[in-house]
T-cell receptor
């Protein structure tokens, strides 16, 4: 079993929809939770991160962590065609990232 | 891309040949990483460095070696390339922070 599981999709939604992306994990030592966005043929870019449980909001993006369920989510409100990308969840137990584990990524398409 | 340059961007090589990929940063970040990305596996850490001449193995280090003689450069070497090493390789940097900044990637094909 992988340490981090993420539904690869693909996920297709109309412009303006609310998107929900999710990951589950098995390692209870993880305490830093990240979401990366990766456009086609580009490197991943860090979107948001949270520490331990709780919510964090940044514009149209909200990250949620439920450590009791080992479940994290990323919500995108008012989705735009420019949000079309692959979204990767990642998590680590240490702040220096040498134990960072990634999900396989969910490919999202937002249709105009 | 946070001052990270990977070279080459694309490479095709033959099985059994040595290959070196280069990562150059202009951010003076302490930590540098090499990842590979394969369909269905996400990103997996190959090796990382926490300073000049200080390196350590990641989760998929077999068949790879690294060197860091200067803060700005981190080299990844495939000693004898195999078809299973066909992948997209990403370099990343960080400075004791959560998350990392990634380069544009190198597409390596071993034939």
């Amino acid at each position: 079993q992988k340490e981090v599981e993420q539904d690869p999709g693909p996920l297709s939604v109309p412009e303006g929809a609310i998107v929900s992306l999710n990951c589950t994990y098995s390692n209870s030592a993880f305490q830093y939770f990240m979401w990366y966005r990766q456009y086609s043929r580009k490197g991943p870019e860090l979107l948001m991160y949270t520490y331990s449980s709780g919510n964090k909001e940044d514009g149209r993006f909200t990250a949620q962590v439920d450590k009791s369920s080992k479940y994290i989510s990323l919500f995108i409100r008012d989705s735009q065609p420019s949000d079309s990308a692959t979204y990767l969840c990642a998590m680590s137990a240490r702040v220096n990232n040498n134990d960072m584990r990634f999900g396989a990524g969910t490919r999202l398409t937002v249709k105009p | 891309d946070a001052g990270i340059t990977q070279s080459p961007r694309h490479k095709v090589t033959e099985t059994g040949t040595p290959v070196t990929l280069r990562c150059h940063q202009t951010e003076n970040h302490r930590y540098m990483y090499w990842y590979r990305q394969d369909p269905g596996h996400g990103l997996r850490l190959i090796h990382y460095s926490y300073g000049v001449k200080d390196t350590d193995k990641g989760e998929v280090s077999d068949g790879y070696s690294v060197s860091r003689s200067k803060t700005e450069d981190f080299l990844l070497t495939l000693e004898s390339a195999t078809s299973s090493q066909t992948s997209v390789y990403f370099c990343a940097i960080s400075e004791s922070a959560i998350g990392a900044f990634f380069g544009q990637g190198t597409r390596l094909t071993v034939v």
